[in-house]
């Protein structure tokens, strides 16, 4: 006999994921939709030279948490996102070059080099803690900011579009399906679910605080 009911677990992770999505929404403001073309396509060569610098800094918080993720079955998959981040960067570094672009001149605001160093400093807190912020709030979320640039980038830039399509976004829904699996593991009690939903929070806010930060950067000089 197929189909039933979820189990308790799997539906938290499913209402945590349309939190994390309804907490998004018209947050992203690193892209904006109603830009002319010239407008978008710098927008997209920003986050373009700012993902070389995600990507680095990935590899850097993944090699650093994984001594730190007992669970064998989740420690596991570590190894090939980490691989996946050093890959992106080498694509996203060749497209720039590419593009006759420098792809090292990027300099993060502090609010954003702040946020990987904080996220470096979580690899002693408890695998769901850490698992929930990065794979399930943050990898999810990155998803959706491709999607919206995939989108937008399809009639002005389509060679780094379908880079980003075939390349890029499939590893990061492999990687939110980490942070999935964590919590399914893991966020089997009401005070582990709080904990998940915590972190997320603080991730989501974090996030959001630096996003904010670029878009007054952005404002002020226009």
């Excluded at 904080?118 to 929930?132: D, N, S």
């Excluded at 990898?139 to 390349?167: H, N, W």
Aim: proline fraction near 6%.
């Amino acid at each position: 006999m197929s189909g039933g009911a979820a189990s308790p677990t799997r539906q938290f992770v499913s209402e945590l994921a349309r939190e994390n999505a309804a907490f998004w929404q018209g947050r992203d403001v690193r892209l904006d939709p109603a830009a002319p073309p010239a407008a978008r396509l710098e927008q997209i060569r920003y986050r373009m030279r700012q993902g070389v610098y995600n990507e680095l800094r990935s590899v850097e918080l993944i090699a650093a948490w994984i001594p730190h993720v007992p669970e064998r079955e989740l420690r596991e998959l570590l190894p090939g996102q980490l691989d996946d981040e050093q890959r992106h960067y080498q694509l996203l570094r060749r497209r720039l070059r590419d593009l006759d672009e420098d792809p090292d001149a990027y300099r993060p605001l502090p609010e954003w080099e702040a946020l990987f160093d904080w996220l470096i400093a979580c690899r002693t807190r408890p695998t769901l803690e850490k698992l929930a912020m990065f794979q399930f709030a943050g990898e999810s979320q990155s998803c959706d900011g491709f999607e919206t640039l995939i989108d937008l980038a399809r009639d002005v830039d389509p060679e780094t579009a379908e880079l980003y399509r075939t390349q890029i976004l499939p590893d990061e829904y492999r990687h939110a399906a980490i942070g999935r699996k964590a919590l399914t593991l893991l966020a089997a009690t009401r005070e582990a679910q709080a904990r998940a939903r915590a972190a997320c929070r603080e991730m989501n806010q974090r996030v959001f605080a630096a996003y904010r930060a670029h878009r007054a950067r952005v404002d002020r000089r226009a």
